[in-house]
């Protein structure tokens, strides 16, 4: 059953933000690796697991979607996925090497990877169908928004700051984005 109007589009709007989070860190990681390289003193063959053990994760977590969904609910999933991308995204932060950095990427890609399809599901889910092609033109719209700035902006981070806030920003709207949907 369609979820009432406002409590619809405040939870929808709270997983989209979750699903940007997720598909602009890959963009963001990406362009920065040869200052996480540095500071972390990984050597050149180990770089693309950084980007890899994320990516496996989420290919990995996206057909289990459903079925999490299903016993957690489509709130709990959100819920405890996008605190686990938060928590993973800290750990991120705090690695000191190349083995806790791809651990804490695995963690960051599973999580990240449920929020992706669960927005789209949601936009079917929360809403009658008169609703449902502006929520999921919104979340296309974001999904293909976040690796259009991506780049630039995990420029800005690693020039700006340092490599560790490209994972920090997460934290923000990440805790906003539990907090709204709770």
Partial sequence: QPAPPLAGWVGFIAMC?????????????????????????IRPDQMSWIQTSYLIAEVIAIPLTGWLTRVLSLRGLF???????????????????FASLVSARVVQGFAG????????????????????????TIAGALAVLAPTVGPVTGGWITSTYNWSWLFLVNVGPGVFAVAAAY
């Fill in 17 to 41: 933000i979750g699903m940007f989070m997720a598909i602009l860190d890959i963009q963001i990681v990406a362009t920065s690796l040869p200052d996480i390289q540095e500071a972390l003193a």
């Fill in 79 to 97: 819920v405890i996925a996008t605190s686990v991308f938060v928590i993973a995204s800290i750990a991120c932060a705090s690695s000191v090497g």
């Fill in 113 to 136: 990877g449920v929020l992706i399809p669960i927005v789209f599901s949601a936009g079917f889910l929360l809403f009658p169908v008169r609703g449902q092609a502006l929520a999921t």
